[in-house]
């Protein structure tokens, strides 16, 4: 009998502990959950680049054509895609198409496809890189950067996809319109 209560009150004592320890992780998921979605509304909520400068970039096309920036247009647009990354799939048709309407007042668009050189061991992702570079030739000039290279580097983008509007001036390159997600795209067309 004293060794039933004795197990009991050991059950007892690990279920309020167990109950005690669920609510304060419980609390804090809450709590992480509340200030992540804070932060990632706040992010897409404020163009953290409109109107900041961008460092000058040169590099080259994948047709092998040098790409100078301080030799692109007036105004030019930017999008950044990764392979691997499905919201990057689902903005490049709107891409795009507002690339095709965009550029027929001379202004020149430039793609920058990011994905790492071990990525590109697998035959699908390589197959991805392909398919991605050639749909977005059809509207643009296109880089392929292993890593953070030239144009990911000026930018310092760090999160795919992104699209913005630079104004190039004498006295350097402006972040004039950023359209976060594929949803503000129509943003590129005006400025």
Not at 26 to 38: F, N, P, T, W
Request: overall charge negative.
């Amino acid at each position: 009998m004293v060794i039933l209560y004795v197990l009991c009150c050991v059950l007892a004592t690990g279920l309020i502990i167990n109950m005690a320890v669920t609510s304060k992780l419980s609390g804090a998921v809450s709590a992480l959950r509340k200030d992540l979605d804070h932060s990632y509304a706040e992010q897409l909520a404020t163009p953290h680049l409109l109107g900041s400068t961008v460092a000058h970039f040169m590099t080259h096309s994948t047709q092998g054509a040098p790409i100078d920036s301080t030799a692109l247009s007036e105004e030019f647009v930017v999008g950044f895609f990764m392979i691997g990354c499905p919201p990057c799939k689902t903005s490049l048709p709107l891409f795009v198409d507002v690339c095709k309407r965009i550029r027929t007042d001379g202004t020149q668009i430039v793609s920058v496809i990011r994905y790492e050189s071990g990525e590109l061991d697998d035959e699908a992702r390589a197959e991805e890189l392909r398919k991605l570079t050639s749909r977005l030739e059809e509207c643009s000039h296109v880089v392929t950067e292993d890593g953070d290279q030239e144009v990911i580097s000026a930018f310092g983008a760090t999160a795919f996809p992104a699209f913005y509007r630079v104004q190039n001036r004498q006295d350097g390159l402006y972040i004039a319109t950023e359209a976060p997600t594929a949803m503000h795209l129509s943003a590129l067309e005006r400025v």
